[in-house]
């Protein structure tokens, strides 16, 4: 079966925020960007990004800085990368758990629903801790990420909000589904629960799509959940807080203003200090 990842490089340009992140998500990064950088502007300022995000990777940095993306999917940088530029923008293909990079190098990591493939605690300490080790004192991790809405979503209130028409895009209605079908963190969700799902909701609904005004494309990404066994974890604010908390200090939280912003903020973590430094 071909690899998850890079079947998904071939829709992501059919992805839609809040998948993807808004104008306003990416304002925010590059806000916390150049409020937090180093007061010696005149020294270049390191950005790792996790992953080949687009709408982040685009962002006008600050002078004198550069941008380093690592990705592990060779079919999402050759489909969604926008391009290296010399000494400003480049990316490399590597895993985040064993890429070789030097230690203390970056001023800013950042990423993009970077965890929520990623196993809930044990994977959340690891990238938390491996982070750590790329950040010097002071440095910080901005990462847009999503967590699971309070309440715990159920399908009735799905359906109700359908029904009442306040779910405008069906990326939204996706992630929403997702985070129904999870019982814990934990366990997450297997996202082809996620497919049957929208199929159950299809059959019950069988012009939804159209009547909402849905792209098909867009639709049909969540075609690629069938037969899939990879899982997602939607954690809360403080659960990841508590799994990032022993190498990353918590800073900021800062929730966008669309519909569903309340799942997807943009948290702000520092190196935590250590004697040793």
Known sequence: MENYWDLLARQFHHQQPPLRPSAEDAAIVS??????????????????????????????LPANSSLLAIEQSQAMIDLVWPGNLLNHREVV????????????????????????????????????ATI??????????IGRLFVRSEPQE??????????????????TLKWRLGMACQHSVKEGVVVEDIYRS?????????TLAEE???????????????????????????????????SLEFVSATFPKYDFGECCPTLVFRRRERVTD
């Open 31 to 60: 806000r916390i960007i150049r409020d937090g950088r180093p007061e010696d502007s005149e020294r270049c300022t390191h950005i790792l990004l996790l992953g080949v995000t687009p709408e982040i990777a685009t962002l006008p």
């Open 93 to 128: 293909r590597g895993n985040w758990f064993e890429i070789d990079l030097k230690p203390r190098l970056f001023d800013f990591v950042v990423g993009d629903g970077f965890a929520t493939g990623l196993a809930y605690p044990a994977q959340y300490r690891k990238i938390a």
């Open 132 to 141: 750590s080790e790329w950040l010097p004192p002071g440095g910080l991790l």
């Open 154 to 171: 159920t399908h009735e209130r799905i359906f109700s909000d359908l029904r009442a028409r306040r779910i405008s895009r069906f990326d």
């Open 198 to 206: 929208w199929v159950a909701l299809e059959k019950d609904w069988p």
């Open 212 to 246: 909402s005004s849905w792209p098909a494309p867009t639709v049909d990404t969540i075609k690629l959940y069938s037969g899939r066994k990879n899982r997602y974890h939607f954690p809360s604010v403080e659960e990841i807080k508590a799994e990032f908390n022993d």
